[in-house]
């Protein structure tokens, strides 16, 4: 990850790691059948997922067009960029919370955590289907979950503001889709969310990609960096102010 700080850059592993976190929401929330109180601060930001759920939903339909994978769709970034710019206010609002309170009947916070899971199931679906496919990365990943990926700004507009070492900053409006070699962190992560068999089968893609050295018969953090020029270069090009 001291590699993806310097990018805008996602992580997988953390994809997983908050489905499990969801699902076990889900579960104890029928279980227990209790109302929760929250900081209104965070039933701010609930609120700002909701509408920027909503308004994905009205410009997508059921399906994503990622007939070119590498580009982001119109409506996917703008759902991102909602996103992050409520996560952005919401760490500001809560660095002192009010006090007060909202309370979330248990129903509710059910149906919010599903509507998270739905969303989010997509966006491994995706993310499984870039991250799998062929590419001029040196390594068979063919069916092997994807750990990190890296966006490439394509577009931005100034807005007018500077950063303390007088570069000027922009808004990004649209991004590309960069892929790394595997790593061995987003498999294994993966596989908490999958059943025995299909995890399985992940387990014997890892064995025979680059993930696994037969000879010495161990496994290796990450995949050979066979295009590590590639990367360099693509790390040069995500040097821009945001």
Same mark, same amino acid.
């Given at each position: 990850?001291?590699?993806?700080?310097?990018?805008?850059?996602?992580?997988?592993?953390?994809?997983?790691?908050?489905?499990?976190?969801?699902?076990?929401?889900?579960?104890?929330?029928?279980?227990?059948?209790?109302?929760?109180?929250?900081?209104?601060?965070?039933?701010?930001?609930?609120?700002?997922?909701?509408?920027?759920?909503?308004?994905?939903?009205?410009?997508?339909?059921?399906?994503?067009?990622?007939?070119?994978?590498?580009?982001?769709? %119109?409506?996917? =970034?703008?759902?991102?960029?909602?996103?992050?710019?409520?996560?952005?206010?919401?760490?500001?609002?809560?660095? @002192?919370?009010?006090?007060?309170?909202?309370?979330?009947?248990?129903?509710?916070?059910? *149906? %919010?955590? /599903?509507?998270?899971?739905? &969303?989010?199931?997509?966006?491994?679906?995706?993310?499984?289907?870039?991250?799998?496919?062929?590419?001029?990365?040196?390594?068979?990943?063919?069916?092997?979950?994807?750990?990190? =990926?890296? =966006?490439?700004?394509?577009?931005?507009?100034?807005?007018?503001?500077?950063?303390?070492?007088?570069?000027?900053?922009?808004?990004?409006? &649209?991004? @590309?889709?960069?892929?790394?070699?595997?790593?061995?962190?987003?498999?294994?992560?993966?596989?908490? /969310?999958?059943?025995? *068999?299909? @995890?399985?089968?992940?387990?014997?893609?890892?064995? &025979?990609?680059?993930?696994?050295?037969?000879?010495?018969?161990?496994?290796?953090?990450?995949?050979?960096? @066979?295009?590590?020029?590639?990367?360099?270069?693509?790390?040069?090009?995500?040097?821009?102010? =945001?």
């Amino acid at each position: 990850m001291n590699g993806l700080v310097g990018m805008l850059g996602s992580g997988m592993p953390e994809t997983y790691e908050l489905k499990v976190l969801l699902q076990y929401i889900q579960d104890v929330s029928l279980k227990y059948q209790r109302a929760i109180s929250v900081p209104e601060e965070l039933a701010w930001l609930v609120d700002q997922l909701s509408m920027a759920l909503d308004i994905l939903d009205l410009a997508l339909g059921k399906d994503v067009d990622i007939s070119n994978e590498f580009s982001v769709p %119109h409506s996917l =970034f703008n759902y991102w960029d909602a996103v992050a710019s409520a996560r952005e206010v919401y760490n500001t609002r809560s660095t @002192a919370f009010s006090g007060r309170v909202q309370e979330y009947s248990y129903m509710t916070v059910y *149906h %919010h955590v /599903t509507r998270w899971l739905a &969303e989010l199931d997509k966006g491994i679906q995706r993310a499984n289907l870039i991250g799998t496919s062929n590419s001029n990365l040196d390594d068979n990943n063919l069916g092997i979950p994807a750990t990190y =990926f890296s =966006f490439n700004v394509t577009k931005w507009v100034l807005n007018g503001g500077k950063d303390s070492d007088g570069q000027y900053l922009v808004n990004a409006t &649209e991004m @590309a889709v960069n892929k790394f070699p595997l790593f061995l962190e987003g498999p294994v992560r993966s596989m908490k /969310t999958y059943n025995q *068999h299909d @995890a399985k089968q992940i387990y014997d893609r890892v064995k &025979e990609s680059g993930l696994y050295d037969k000879e010495l018969g161990m496994y290796t953090l990450s995949a050979r960096y @066979a295009n590590v020029h590639y990367l360099f270069k693509l790390s040069l090009s995500l040097r821009t102010s =945001f």
